[in-house]
């Protein structure tokens, strides 16, 4: 399964995205044929090979292209549909797109139709996400995984005036994904790069294990202290062996307000925990209590004992070590209605044994279709069902 790694110490744009791709191999002959099927003045392509503190990358970019006209999202969609790309290219090209309407149309408290792009609607902008998404095909990718994200800090001017950095968008758009604002001021992460993030991407903390195939730089137009470049890591999703060890912790409880259940549970997730459960026991004497079980990975079990004794009224807890098999879990993705809906799947033996649709994808798909959550849950498990059925997987 080919992967990419996407590290965004550097955060990402529009066109740092495309020149790492096109650092990777992407034909430059190939993109050019491909924009020209747009019915858009474009400009001069602008690519050559830069170093940023010392690290070679492809620089991308275009001529400004002075338009009248500031395109809402039919218009674009329109566009694109005219060009005559492939079905897979021309569903993730308005799919982001779509994203940026919905996060724009939130913003300014608007409906997905009365948004007009401004800086989205711009040649350049529409160059860089259809690129992105020849790319990404060209290379065969079924996955992308994202670093946390660095956004910046400060104030950036657009067509609306000046507005902080990360800009509205931008945040709106980077939900569900780690961020940071790091330490050097500047507009780090740019609506269009993030996105794609949004439409690509799943954050990701470290890299998966993979076979490392290449590896590709796209360079940002501003100096700055750190390197400005933008990198893919490309490479095959290897299957290796899912045994690891857990640790669980125990511990009786007979004299806790039954209130504060609820809030420990939301806590000790947030602490690392893998999962928990509180039993209804009976201990000496006939009292009824509870007990709080915890499974949680060894380098957390420190900080989850210092939350118990902290919030609850235990003076004890017990833990023993246990290994832990566990089926290959894997992701694929399916595109609902223009929203694209993650497939959690788990494998033995590189056979599907199941899967099932992530639940904030079908929310963020029922909610902006206006249809009930049961029904995208059975529709984007029809689907994916039918996908198996084709390869002759089930």
Same mark, same amino acid.
């Given at each position: ?26 034909? =430059? ?5 491909? %924009? #020209?099927?747009?019915?858009?003045? !474009?400009? /001069? &392509?602008?690519?050559?090979? @830069? ?75 529409? =160059? ?5 998404? %020849? #790319?990404?095909?060209?290379?065969? !990718?079924? /996955? &992308?995984?994202?670093?946390? @994200? ?75 202290? =750190? ?168």
């Amino acid at each position: 399964m080919r992967i990419a790694y996407l590290d965004c110490h550097a955060g990402i744009s529009g066109n740092m995205f495309l020149g790492a791709l096109i650092d990777l191999g992407y034909p =430059i002959e190939t993109l050019k044929t491909e %924009l #020209g099927k747009l019915a858009l003045p !474009i400009p /001069e &392509l602008q690519i050559q090979k @830069v170093s940023k503190k010392g690290i070679s990358a492809t620089w991308f970019d275009l001529p400004v292209a002075h338009e009248d006209q500031h395109r809402n999202l039919a218009q674009i969609c329109e566009l694109i549909l005219r060009a005559g790309y492939s079905s897979s290219i021309t569903d993730n090209a308005i799919g982001c797109f779509r994203y940026l309407a919905e996060a724009e149309a939130k913003i300014h408290g608007v409906s997905l139709n009365e948004v007009h792009f401004h800086e989205v609607g711009a040649v350049d902008a529409i =160059i860089d996400i259809i690129g992105a998404c %020849l #790319g990404i095909e060209y290379f065969e !990718i079924e /996955e &992308l995984f994202a670093s946390p @994200v660095r956004v910046g800090f400060g104030s950036v001017k657009c067509a609306h005036g000046e507005i902080p950095v990360p800009a509205p968008a931008t945040f709106e758009l980077l939900s569900n994904f780690d961020i940071y604002i790091g330490e050097y001021e500047g507009e780090w992460t740019t609506p269009t790069g993030a996105a794609i993030l949004k439409y690509f991407a799943k954050s990701h903390k470290t890299m998966a294990n993979f076979l490392l195939e290449k590896i590709g730089y796209g360079a940002g137009t501003t100096e700055r202290a =750190i390197a400005n470049v933008h990198r893919i890591v490309l490479g095959n999703l290897v299957e290796v062996d899912q045994k690891d060890y857990q640790v669980i912790l125990e511990t009786n409880i007979d004299d806790l307000n039954p209130e504060m259940y609820g809030f420990l549970g939301e806590e000790l997730l947030k602490q690392g925990a893998r999962d928990y459960y509180f039993t209804p026991i009976y201990m000496k004497k006939g009292r009824p209590g509870i007990l709080v079980t915890v499974i949680v990975s060894p380098e957390y079990v420190q900080r989850i004992e210092d939350l118990l004794f902290r919030e609850t009224t235990t003076l004890g807890i017990r833990k023993k070590l246990v290994e832990r098999d566990c089926l290959i879990r894997d992701y694929r993705t399916i595109n609902l209605k223009g929203y694209k809906i993650q497939i959690k799947v788990a494998l033995r033996n590189g056979a599907i044994l199941k899967f099932a649709p992530e639940y904030n994808d079908c929310l963020l798909a029922a909610k902006n279709l206006k249809q009930s959550l049961k029904q995208i849950y059975e529709e984007a498990e029809f689907q994916y069902r039918k996908i198996l059925y084709d390869e002759g997987s089930c």
